[in-house]
């Protein structure tokens, strides 16, 4: 399987010499990362070090990309040109504070006839991160992570490209929820890839909860569960904010 590994890249140039070798591991046909016109040359350089050490700089793609006034979150705006740029059907994206678990590559299998995503499970080492992996283990359940493999053609068929140019935030959560309409998804927990954010803020537990409600519709009682069992008060804040102002949903 020829596996096409996009991720965006805004100013992390710290973090690529951590990260961006675990790329690698997965034995992706090409990586592409997703930077702003004009890239910032920091992120260039640091790039260009890293993949000259591994000896992959012929499989690597730098492209630059122009903001788009008609997309909120400039965040999925980037992503999909790189999903645009992929030479192959199958496609991994993952994000810069990610290092990936070369053992995914054993699941990429699971891509085949209706299942046309598979999201693994990821863990920051914070200790809302050591939470959520304890209650993996626990309780194994169905998920979805901003960490995932998909078809370039039925994302292509499935995901409604004005209702994404309107969400602040959650794009991942957007594809999702458009192709999983039509397709069948998998939730591969038998994982350790590590998200290597410092810290969970509380915009990002506010629009987590946003989102559980403006696309997902996400009923209010696995919003109270996730929010009691992670910790995170701040995702029912959002939740109910979005709800109870009667935002539009996407």
């Not at 992929?86 to 994206?93: Q, V």
């Amino acid at each position: 399987m020829r596996v096409s590994v996009v991720c965006p890249i805004k100013d992390e140039s710290h973090l690529i010499p951590l990260t961006l070798p675990s790329f690698y591991s997965v034995d992706p046909d090409e990586v592409i990362l997703c930077l702003d016109k004009p890239a910032p040359q920091k992120v260039v350089k640091a790039i260009n070090v890293v993949t000259r050490v591994l000896g992959v700089t012929d499989i690597t793609r730098i492209i630059e990309v122009e903001r788009n006034p008609e997309y909120r979150f400039h965040q999925a705006w980037v992503r999909r040109q790189g999903f645009r740029a992929a030479r192959n059907d199958t496609i991994l994206t993952t994000d810069i504070d990610i290092v990936l678990d070369p053992k995914m590559k054993e699941y990429f299998h699971l891509l085949k006839g209706d299942v046309k995503l598979v999201s693994f499970a990821k863990f920051s080492l914070t200790w809302h991160g050591m939470i959520a992996y304890l209650v993996q283990k626990i309780y194994r359940h169905k998920s979805f992570t901003g960490l995932y493999m998909f078809s370039k053609k039925a994302w292509l068929e499935t995901e409604d490209e004005d209702s994404l140019k309107r969400v602040p935030r959650g794009e991942d959560t957007h594809l999702h929820s458009y192709l999983t309409k039509k397709y069948r998804d998998v939730f591969v927990s038998d994982v350790k890839n590590i998200v290597v954010r410092p810290k969970e803020s509380r915009k990002y537990q506010y629009l987590m909860g946003w989102n559980r409600w403006v696309i997902r519709k996400t009923p209010l009682w696995r919003v109270l569960t996730s929010s009691f069992l992670y910790f995170r008060p701040f995702m029912l804040v959002g939740y109910l904010r979005a709800r109870l102002s009667h935002v539009e949903t996407v």
